[in-house]
């Protein structure tokens, strides 16, 4: 069984929107969760973060305001809102799952041991 599950990338038009989803299975989702990205040639990046309670997050300054990290506990389900697109976030998606249940507020992937095949996003100018 794959843990971690993403859904939800697409093409989009410069200033739209995605709506991503991840679905985890086992204990994972019983601590903190966050979004990564990777664009072509470049390192993959910290997105977002959120604490297992869902109660405090976290955000790269890039997609502050724009993009919102949810999760539902109930349903093992994490989301990321993503408004107001642009070409720079062209990327494949990650969902990933964290080593403890406080949101991780240093964006460094060492904080994260699941990881989830990724989503492809599009943005087109």
Avoid: H
Wanted: with cysteine; net charge positive.
């Amino acid at each position: 069984q794959v843990p971690l599950v993403e859904s939800g990338g697409g093409l989009v038009q410069a200033g739209g929107s995605l709506r991503l989803s991840c679905v985890a299975s086992g204990r994972i989702f019983s601590f903190a969760m966050g979004w990564f990205r990777q664009a072509p040639g470049k390192e993959r990046e910290f997105v977002a973060a959120i604490s297992w309670s869902g109660a405090s997050t976290y955000y790269r300054d890039s997609v502050k305001g724009r993009f919102t990290i949810s999760r539902d506990n109930a349903k093992s389900t994490l989301f990321l809102q993503m408004n107001s697109l642009r070409p720079e976030d062209t990327a494949v998606y990650f969902c990933a799952g964290g080593i403890s249940r406080g949101v991780d507020d240093s964006g460094s992937s060492s904080m994260y041991d699941s990881w989830g095949q990724g989503t492809q996003v599009t943005v087109s100018s």
